[in-house]
């Protein structure tokens, strides 16, 4: 059953990496006037009803996000990687879907998470899109349905797999192809040299 109502949807922006290969917070990373987080946070305002900021118990909130008023939602367990944020923000708001979003994709656009909405599917636990890299599912731009709480506390809690990838290869997710036009849409950056490269690409978008 495929849904378009992207009023009922809510987001999260999963903010709480700790950065160490890129040396500082990839979320303040600037591109043109405006710093990634805020970019994001327009993004997902654009999408969701609401929208919330993820982060880690110790990490400061951001000025972008107390300037935009946006909810706070705390990691409940450090160092367990993004699907402690997940996990924390569909047990916030459990009867909700998800749109689950990395902070660190500056080459996502409207029209990739139009296409996310728009192909979503209520009736599997995920919706999310292939990697072009290898191929296996991309969790961190992905709808999280409310029947994906239960699937992910089981797999945390009892199997030990803190890896939302591996938990979506194991409980048939809805898979969509990347729209051609925006096939590296869902690139990240982790280093600064990849900052480069996003700076020179972007540029060249922007022509």
């Known amino acids: 059953m495929a849904l378009s109502d992207k009023n009922e949807l809510y987001g999260v922006l999963l903010a709480g990496g ?18 990634q987080l805020e970019i ?4 997902a ?5 609401r929208v919330f900021l993820s982060l880690r118990q110790d990490q400061a909130v951001p000025i972008e996000a107390k300037t935009a008023g946006i909810a706070i939602i705390r990691d409940p367990v450090e160092n367990t990687g ?7 923000a569909l047990q916030e708001h459990p009867g909700k879907p998800w749109l689950i979003l990395a902070v ?13 909405i728009n192909n979503r599917d209520a009736d599997c636990p995920f919706t999310a899109f292939n990697s072009n890299f290898d191929g ?26 803190r890896c939302p990838r591996k938990i979506m290869m194991q409980t048939n997710p ?3 192809q990347l729209p051609s036009p925006h ?15 996003a700076i020179q690409r972007l540029n060249l978008i922007n022509q």
């Open 82 to 88: 993004p699907l402690a944020g997940i996990l924390a």
């Open 40 to 43: 994001a946070l327009d993004l």
């Open 18 to 35: 700790s950065s160490v290969r890129m040396g500082k917070d990839k979320a303040q990373l600037r591109y043109g006037n405006r710093s």
């Open 136 to 161: 296996l599912p991309e969790p961190l731009c992905a709808i999280y349905e409310p029947m994906a709480l239960p699937l992910l506390q089981d797999f945390f809690h009892k199997r030990g797999n």
């Open 45 to 49: 305002g654009r999408h969701c009803s």
């Open 174 to 176: 809805k898979m969509l």
């Open 183 to 197: 096939a590296r849409a869902l690139d990240n950056i982790n280093t600064p040299d990849d900052y480069k490269e």
């Open 104 to 116: 660190d994709l500056p080459f996502l656009n409207s029209d990739t998470l139009d296409y996310l």
